[in-house]
């Protein structure tokens, strides 16, 4: 049996870490307990259910990210969410099905409040009144979690190479069976493939629309 104290952020690592083999649908706190050589009845100590570690899992995945989550420093304010989203979605992409467990979940410390303060600051510098630069934060977010969800569900999944559905959605077929709506069909390419640049096409709108639509009379982007 294994002798090193546990403590909610050890089981946290190791959950997330063995989230990248077995997915979320995988994780269980009998093969969490496996892995740390002690007996499952000794995480409920830790936590009462399932989705307690999701979010204990979420919440560490924020900490090894906060500083990133803050933005650009001195940047105007659209830099400074641009470079939040990007990194969002780098700490999202860096487990299986990260997206989902950070979907929903609620944090079990304040590692998410200075990151959330930096760019709430930007915003209303720039001219956002507090409710909207809310706004256009959650906005952001929502966007960038919602889209590597899809990526990371139709996507290519990596280190899976072989596996069924490994290479991510079937173009092909999909186009074969869309053959009478050949618009349809033809936005598969778009929609399925080249995530990297379809984020960043998708971001860029956001924020413009952001900038549009939220900004108070008068304002102007920094």
């Not at 990210?65 to 650009?72: H, K, S, T």
């Given at each position: 049996m294994a002798t090193t104290r546990l403590d909610r952020r050890r089981v946290a690592r190791v959950a997330l870490d063995l989230l990248n083999e077995t997915g979320l649908?995988?994780?269980?706190?009998?093969?969490?307990?496996?892995?740390?050589?002690?007996?499952?009845?000794?995480?409920?100590?830790?936590?009462?259910?399932?989705?307690a570690l999701l979010d204990e899992m979420a919440t560490e995945?924020?900490?090894?990210?906060?500083?990133?989550?803050?933005?650009a420093p001195d940047a105007d304010w659209e830099t400074s969410?641009?470079?939040?989203?990007?990194?969002?979605?780098?700490?999202?992409?860096?487990?299986?099905?990260?997206?989902?467990?950070y979907s929903g979940t609620?944090?079990?410390?304040?590692?998410?409040?200075?990151?959330v303060e930096a760019q709430l600051r930007r915003l209303t510098e720039a001219g956002f009144t507090p409710g909207a630069a809310a706004r256009a934060l959650v906005t952001a977010t929502s966007y960038t979690?919602?889209?590597?969800?899809?990526?990371?569900?139709?996507?290519?999944?990596?280190?899976?190479?072989?596996?069924?559905?490994?290479?991510?959605?079937?173009l092909v077929a999909r186009a074969e069976r869309l053959k009478d709506y050949p618009l349809a069909a033809a936005a598969g390419e778009e929609m399925f493939r080249g995530y990297e640049d379809g984020f960043?096409?998708?971001?860029a709108a956001v924020v413009a629309g952001v900038g549009v639509t939220l900004l108070g009379p008068g304002a102007r982007p920094a």
């Amino acid at each position: 049996m294994a002798t090193t104290r546990l403590d909610r952020r050890r089981v946290a690592r190791v959950a997330l870490d063995l989230l990248n083999e077995t997915g979320l649908d995988g994780l269980t706190l009998r093969a969490i307990a496996k892995e740390l050589d002690v007996k499952a009845p000794a995480l409920y100590w830790h936590f009462k259910d399932k989705q307690a570690l999701l979010d204990e899992m979420a919440t560490e995945m924020v900490r090894g990210a906060a500083a990133d989550l803050a933005g650009a420093p001195d940047a105007d304010w659209e830099t400074s969410v641009t470079t939040a989203m990007r990194a969002l979605r780098r700490m999202l992409l860096r487990y299986r099905d990260g997206a989902k467990v950070y979907s929903g979940t609620y944090f079990t410390d304040t590692s998410y409040a200075a990151p959330v303060e930096a760019q709430l600051r930007r915003l209303t510098e720039a001219g956002f009144t507090p409710g909207a630069a809310a706004r256009a934060l959650v906005t952001a977010t929502s966007y960038t979690i919602g889209y590597v969800i899809e990526e990371q569900a139709t996507g290519p999944r990596p280190g899976a190479e072989g596996a069924a559905g490994a290479e991510g959605y079937d173009l092909v077929a999909r186009a074969e069976r869309l053959k009478d709506y050949p618009l349809a069909a033809a936005a598969g390419e778009e929609m399925f493939r080249g995530y990297e640049d379809g984020f960043e096409a998708g971001l860029a709108a956001v924020v413009a629309g952001v900038g549009v639509t939220l900004l108070g009379p008068g304002a102007r982007p920094a």
